[in-house]
């Protein structure tokens, strides 16, 4: 940081799950895109903020290298947003908030590659901010939480069940149910 004081069109503060959340949104009216330049001094204005996230706007697009800066997912992240001044439309913002399937939550969920004996694999993580895990299913690909310990996939008829440690703290294991056939997925080490 850079210990400067910083303009920003727009500064949203908020706390979400006793969480923290900084938003800086920068909109640019200029005739010609923004290029990989402008990214970067984003980015910069946004340590300096201690921003969580930010949104770039502009009026005339961006080139490719600024879309492929802004994409790299590093922290803080940055969305991209083209204005049509013709026909002006909320973008949607849900990538840059979580990818926590537990409603009111701002997490992100650690996604781990999980197999089973016979080597078929399974996308299991917890959240960073709430604790909640998930699962994405191997059946239909829907991305579903568990509110306790059993969960039923909501696009399909798969279900799941944690698989925890003897002193019930650490989860080892996930169990897949599909028409009544079971099957066990643990970490891969």
Not at 17 to 39: H, P
Not at 114 to 138: K, M, N, Y
Not at 169 to 183: F, K, P
Request: charged share 30%; aromatic share 6%.
């Amino acid at each position: 940081m850079s210990s400067r004081t910083r303009q920003v069109d727009v500064l949203l503060v908020g706390r979400v799950a006793d969480q923290e959340i900084t938003i800086a949104i920068e909109c640019k009216r200029y005739a010609r895109r923004l290029g990989i330049g402008a990214v970067d001094e984003f980015v910069g204005k946004l340590l300096d903020l201690d921003a969580d996230r930010g949104v770039l706007c502009s009026v005339a697009g961006f080139t490719a290298g600024a879309e492929a800066r802004a994409s790299g997912g590093r922290v803080p992240k940055v969305k991209l947003v083209l204005i049509d001044v013709d026909r002006v439309e909320p973008p949607d913002y849900s990538d840059l908030l979580s990818n926590c399937p537990s409603e009111g939550c701002w997490g992100e969920v650690r996604w781990q590659a999980w197999r089973s004996s016979s080597g078929e694999r399974l996308h299991i993580g917890s959240c960073q901010s709430c604790g909640t895990w998930a699962v994405r299913c191997s059946e239909c690909g829907e991305t579903t939480g568990f509110v306790w310990d059993d969960m039923s996939c909501d696009g399909c008829d798969a279900s799941y069940t944690l698989d925890y440690d003897r002193k019930h703290i650490d989860v080892e294991g996930v169990i897949r149910t599909v028409d009544g056939v079971e099957t066990e997925f643990g970490e891969l080490g």
